[in-house]
């Protein structure tokens, strides 16, 4: 693999960017391939499409509710089981890969960074101070601890096997399906204003709001992958900070565990003091960066693979049973 002192910052972020927006575009064509289904379904088109088991990833509350009955020992998901497998698969990289997923695989992620680019091209973009950041840091915390609660501590046995089997989860799909043709006006406005600000505030979404990436960074304090700085050859130019997503103070650290690094690797390239940034694992403190980035894909891919052979990937429920209830999506509500 390529070493740190020969990786330009250029070829990092384009294989990132690359990576992302091969999920993006697989992710795009997963939810048209889903629109068509819907429209099967719901006896509106003509033509059969088979439902895409990976729109199930947008399906995480889902996902959540799923772990626990998991862990509980009501066994894998049959409704939405890809669902859960990329919830396992998230979680496993956050643990052992940093953030990897939000730095490598999320589309959201990809929108984000797209975004930020263009607000540094139109000179729009701009950091917010420290006393105003850090309080709306903690939203996305806020936010994974309700759920948390909900789900995790109030939802009992029954609960969850009642959520589980309910009509609602089952059209779960096809509820974010018409959240997103069908906003309503205040649906509609506070995602215009997600859009629009992100051109403004880089990452809002996925540095202030998401739980997921909440949970993500969480996990991920524990991960033996660290970025390694050695202030002894630190000329303190700042430029890793510059570049840096989660705007994280690296210059401040001598290891970078930090639940918002994203573990894009970006900081390392950059650096202009010969291995005063590095990638480290337990008992190696130069790890060439491309390590990362191919353990993240590797992992993902090997958890879809499981699942594929296991029968963990496919819904046990047939077409006719998704249309019979695609039919009702309007009548049929929160549990």
């Not at 862990?71 to 496993?92: N, V």
């Not at 309910?166 to 018409?178: P, V």
């Not at 958890?303 to 963990?312: L, V």
Request: aromatic share 14%; charged share 15%; hydrophobic share 45%.
């Amino acid at each position: 693999m390529i070493p740190n002192n020969q990786l330009s910052h250029t070829m990092l972020s384009r294989l990132r960017l690359f990576c992302q927006s091969l999920f993006t575009f697989f992710c795009l064509y997963t939810g048209w391939q889903f629109y068509n289904f819907y429209l099967y379904a719901t006896d509106t088109g003509k033509t059969f499409t088979p439902r895409p088991p990976a729109v199930e990833a947008f399906l995480p509350i889902g996902a959540l509710v799923s772990v626990k009955r998991l862990i509980l020992g009501d066994g894998y998901d049959t409704i939405h089981p890809a669902g859960l497998t990329i919830f396992i698969a998230a979680l496993l990289i956050a643990l052992l890969l940093r953030k990897g997923f939000c730095g490598w695989i999320c589309p959201v992620g990809f929108a984000s960074n797209l975004a930020e680019r263009a607000g540094k091209k139109m000179r729009i973009s701009f950091s917010l101070p420290a006393w105003i950041d850090l309080p709306l840091l903690s939203l996305k915390y806020l936010l994974l601890g309700f759920f948390a609660y909900l789900i995790l501590w109030q939802m009992d046995r029954a609960s969850l096997t009642a959520f589980h089997y309910s009509s609602y989860n089952l059209i779960s799909d096809a509820k974010m399906l018409h959240f997103f043709l069908q906003p309503s006006i205040l649906a509609g406005s506070i995602m215009l204003f997600l859009i629009l600000i992100s051109f403004v505030l880089k990452n809002f979404w996925c540095r202030y709001l998401c739980p997921y990436g909440g949970l993500l960074g969480l996990l991920a304090l524990v991960s033996p992958f660290q970025i390694k700085r050695a202030p002894e050859t630190c000329i303190d130019c700042k430029k890793c900070e510059q570049i840096c997503p989660a705007s994280i103070r690296i210059t401040n650290r001598k290891t970078v565990r930090n639940a918002e690094c994203i573990g894009c690797l970006e900081c390392l390239p950059v650096c202009p003091a010969k291995d005063c940034l590095t990638l480290a694992v337990p008992g190696k403190r130069n790890t060439s960066p491309l390590l990362l980035p191919v353990l993240v894909l590797g992992l993902f891919f090997l958890c879809y693979f499981m699942a594929k052979f296991t029968g963990h990937w496919q819904t046990q429920i047939t077409t006719d049973g998704f249309r019979e209830f695609y039919q009702q999506v309007n009548s049929i509500g929160h549990p």
